[in-house]
């Protein structure tokens, strides 16, 4: 096990509905990225927060949206859900700043938008 | 655009082989690379990374090969066993100080005893 915790594990929505998920990152680690993982696929890269600050983005729309604590834990919120959104959403953290690259993965949140 | 893919969705190994899984990348400008496992119903997990600047890298019964020229990644396995099933993962970081990880779409590994 890793230390990056997340949570809810699994969560049904309705489409249009907001959904918000966290997560914990591993003791020492600064830095969390957040993935989006569709059956099937590769996980992609929503975004980063690095030190409470948002430090990268992927091609996802402004309806995801973060944030990050003074404790490094993180939120993922995404609103008006779409049917398309349905997917395992992981979190990942690491020691920022040009320390380590090193990501360690959350066993993920899966997400199922009807 | 950037991308990472693989040549093999899917291996089957029997139990004691050696496995090797593949991938492309097609963003020269990466300077990282992971491999990850990841298992039924968990997150990805680390196994083993490797440098730009470097051309292989061993682990415990992992070797990782980069070739730069043809921009293509291996990992190698040894002695596979059963609890190597697994879908594994390459991934690059083609985002510098941005960190940001582009993962392939995976091969599954079946180890048959």
């Known amino acids: 096990e890793t230390g990056v915790t997340q949570s809810p594990t699994h969560l049904i929505k309705t489409r249009g509905q907001q959904v918000t998920l966290r997560c914990s990152s591993q003791s020492g680690h600064n830095t969390v990225s957040w993935y989006q993982q569709a059956l099937g696929q590769g996980p992609q890269f929503i975004f980063q927060?690095?030190?409470?600050?948002?430090?990268g983005r992927g091609n996802f729309p402004p309806r995801f949206s973060g944030l990050q604590f003074p404790n490094y834990s993180s939120e993922l919120n995404v609103n008006a859900l779409e049917l398309d959104d349905s997917a395992l959403y992981l979190c990942?953290?690491?020691?920022?700043?040009?320390?380590?690259?090193?990501?360690?993965f959350g066993p993920g949140t899966r997400l199922t938008v009807t | 655009g950037e991308s990472v893919g693989l040549h093999l969705p899917t291996l089957s190994v029997q139990e004691g082989d050696n496995s090797i899984i593949n991938c492309a990348y097609s963003?020269?400008?990466?300077?990282?690379f992971i491999w990850y496992k990841q298992e039924s119903g968990k997150g990805p997990q680390f196994i083993i990374d490797i440098r730009s600047n470097m051309d292989k890298r061993q682990g415990q019964r992992v070797t990782v090969l980069l070739n730069k020229t043809v921009k293509h990644l291996s990992l190698q396995i040894a002695a596979t066993q059963p609890g190597d099933s697994a879908v594994y993962f390459c991934?690059?970081?083609?985002?510098?100080?941005?960190?940001?990880?582009?993962f392939g779409k995976g091969t599954l590994l079946t180890v048959n005893p």
């Open positions: 963003n020269s400008a990466s300077d990282y």
């Open positions: 990942a953290s690491n020691q920022g700043g040009g320390t380590s690259y090193e990501q360690y």
């Open positions: 927060y690095y030190r409470e600050e948002e430090n």
């Open positions: 991934a690059e970081n083609s985002g510098g100080s941005n960190y940001k990880l582009t």
